[in-house]
Nanobody, 125 residues
Framework: QVQLVESGGGLVQAGGSLRLSCAAS????????MGWFRQSPGKEREFVAC????????DYADSVKGRFTISRDNAKNTVYLQMNSLKPEDTAVYYC??????????????????WGQGTQVTVSS
């Protein structure tokens, strides 16, 4: 099992930036793709971004393309989500997730094996 701890959430004005971090521990050698998801009240958890094992392949939801950047530092077992030009509709709890399946990159939350506890991001207008 892999333990994930997110940090970096907070309150920011529209147009501002935040950088989320996700530190992994435990069986980190088994982790392949890392993903970020978010969930706001009354809505289903939605895909935000994912990154493959070596950081060379990324994928983003259309709603965040050009504004968010996912990256990873395998030496530190940490994944980042740089969020720029934030909008009120980005307000949500953001979750980090790990997929231990080899090769696969997926936007499906059900495919991810391990999850963090989430960090709140609030964007005021």
């Amino acid at each position: 099992q892999v333990q994930l701890v997110e940090s970096g959430g907070g309150l920011v004005q529209a147009g501002g930036s935040l950088r989320l971090s996700c530190a992994a521990s435990g069986r980190t050698f088994s982790v392949n793709t890392m993903g970020w998801f978010r969930q706001s009240p009354g809505k289903e958890r939605e895909f935000v971004a994912c990154i493959n094992w070596n950081g060379k392949i990324t994928d983003y939801a259309d709603s965040v393309k050009g504004r968010f950047t996912i990256s990873r530092d395998n030496a530190k077992n940490t994944v980042y989500l740089q969020m720029n030009s934030l909008k009120p509709e980005d307000t949500a709890v953001y979750y980090c997730a790990a997929d231990r399946a080899p090769i696969r990159m997926t936007v499906m939350a059900t495919s991810y094996d391990d999850w963090g506890q989430g960090t709140q991001v609030t964007v005021s207008s």
